[in-house]
């Protein structure tokens, strides 16, 4: 095992997992690290006593035939499944619309649930905040948020590269020092907020969908999180306020954004729920489309990016950036 190169991924939601992954298959050693206390990033669930929510990603379609494959075998794991549900489309003249033909495809039982079945297979430490990436001796290291005593043990590790799978904004921090191209890269492309409110009652909305899209008000989906496969059936629902609305009350507090979304809910004919949380997803999505290569490699410094900013902004694209940067990296060591 000397000689086997040792990368780093920093970030163990989709895109991470997702290169980690394929390094690992072409014979490189990996090491992953990630802030939160689980792993999959924005395809994540809250879990409260006896309900859960996707408050992140909502659900995920699969086109390019890779990822098809990918669906496969999660779907052989039991850790995705069909959503097969009706969506409905609320107010007019805007951006979503439905396209009956659809196939959408969730965790289960909860979206986190195919990223935690990839970690088993790697590596990963979490609550491990990266802080810095510092250049040693042509490798590099690692720098941990301290208040993590643990890191001591790895924080004098040599990575012969780094992958960072993060968000645009928390790619360029990390880049900044060492790679100003790179950074300008990440810079260059922005990515928006959304507030999501997570709803939980004590006796079934009485709506005659299970999700909507919403183009009217704050809001711009709504979904009945317990009409996907495998959820309890405790009625939990998940609404996103839309861009602009996000932007706008990105500092409020959580109290503030339940009452306004749960006003904007009611004007939908949705009841007050008997307790709600809420969560600001800072970078939610990329403000641009697919780029012409979908991940970022510096070949000198052996430093890459990867994520779905780079892809097109979804589940699908994050797994494909993750892959592709995996087989440039090994391409070239
Ligand atoms: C509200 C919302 C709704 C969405 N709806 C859909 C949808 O319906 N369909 C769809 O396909 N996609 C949807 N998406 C997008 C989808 O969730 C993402 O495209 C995908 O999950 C991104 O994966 P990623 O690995 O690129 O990034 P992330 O999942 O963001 O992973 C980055 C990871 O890096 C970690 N991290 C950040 N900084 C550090 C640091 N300094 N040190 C260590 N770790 C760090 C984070 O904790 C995180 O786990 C939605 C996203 C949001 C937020």
């Not at 163990?12 to 690992?24: D, I, P, R, V």
């Not at 090491?31 to 206390?37: A, E, L, P, Q, V």
């Not at 669930?45 to 006896?50: A, E, F, S, W």
Request: charged share 20%; glycine share 8%.
């Amino acid at each position: 095992m000397l000689n086997t190169p040792h990368i780093a991924v920093i970030g163990a939601g989709l895109a991470g997992l997702s290169c980690a992954t394929q390094l690992e298959q072409l014979g490189m050693r990996v090491s992953i690290f990630d802030k939160s206390r689980g792993t999959g990033g924005r395809m994540s669930t809250r879990r409260g006593d006896n309900w859960q929510a996707d408050h992140g990603a909502q659900y995920f379609t699969a086109r390019d035939p890779l990822f098809v494959q990918e669906l496969a075998r999660w779907q052989q794991a039991g850790v995705a499944d069909l959503w097969q549900t009706t969506i409905a489309v609320l107010g007019d003249g805007s951006p979503h619309r439905n396209d009956g033909n659809t196939l959408r495809y969730v965790g289960v039982p909860r979206m986190s649930s195919p990223a935690r079945w990839l970690a088993n297979e790697l590596s990963v430490s979490t609550s491990a905040r990266v802080t810095a990436l510092i250049r040693h001796q042509h490798r590099w290291r690692l720098r941990f948020d301290e208040s993590m005593p643990e890191r001591e043990l790895i924080k004098n590790t040599d990575y012969d590269a780094v992958v960072l799978a993060l968000p645009s904004a928390q790619a360029a921090e990390l880049s900044r020092t060492h790679a100003p191209g790179l950074t300008a890269q990440c810079e260059a492309s922005a990515m928006r907020p959304c507030w999501a409110a997570m709803m939980h009652f004590s006796t079934p909305v009485a709506l005659p969908f299970d999700a909507a899209f919403v183009n009217a008000g704050p809001l711009r989906w709504i979904a009945r999180d317990n009409s996907k496969p495998g959820r309890p059936g405790s009625e939990t629902w998940v609404l996103h306020a839309n861009t602009d609305w996000s932007t706008q009350h990105l500092e409020d507090s959580a109290d503030d954004v339940i009452r306004a979304l749960t006003e904007a809910f009611a004007v939908l004919g949705g009841p007050v729920p008997d307790n709600a949380g809420a969560h600001r997803w800072r970078y939610a999505e990329p403000v641009a489309g697919a780029k012409a290569d979908n991940f970022l490699w510096d070949a000198n410094l052996k430093l890459g990016v990867c994520g779905d900013w780079l892809n097109a902004g979804r589940v699908e694209g994050a797994w494909l950036s993750g892959r592709a940067l995996a087989r440039t990296l090994t391409s070239v060591e």
